[in-house]
């Protein structure tokens, strides 16, 4: 069982800043890919940035330049740290780490941390 605990999320005015972390704890055999992702209200979850174990990352085109991910291996935590934020940045956000095991891949998810941008 994979446990992923967020934190960071909260209220902020339009141009500030705001980073987020992810812990994930349990029996987790092999992380591959850990990221965040986001869902605004009647949309869809859709991926923010993600980072592969070995380093390799991508984002959406609507944060780069102003979103960047990074990772601690050992210690199994993802951040994303977000400047010169938007109200259309206004989203539940939630971390996700791909989980390895064999030959099967296994998704696991936060509960979702709130980041609601104020204009």
């Known amino acids: 069982q994979v446990q992923l605990v967020e934190s960071g999320g909260g209220l902020v005015q339009a141009g500030g800043s705001l980073t987020l972390s992810c812990v994930a704890s349990?029996?987790?055999?092999?992380?591959?890919?850990m990221g965040w992702y986001r869902q605004a209200p009647g949309e869809p979850r859709d991926l923010v940035a993600a980072i592969t174990s070995g380093g390799d990352i991508n984002y959406a085109d609507s944060v780069k330049g102003r979103f960047t991910i990074s990772r601690d291996n050992a210690k199994s935590t993802v951040s994303l740290q977000m400047n010169s934020l938007k109200p259309e940045d206004t989203a539940d956000y939630y971390c996700?780490?791909?989980?390895?095991?064999?030959?099967?891949?296994?998704?696991?998810w936060g509960q979702g941390t709130q980041v609601p941008v104020s204009s």
């Open positions: 349990g029996n987790i055999f092999s992380i591959k890919r």
């Open positions: 996700h780490v791909e989980e390895s095991h064999g030959w099967s891949l296994y998704d696991h």
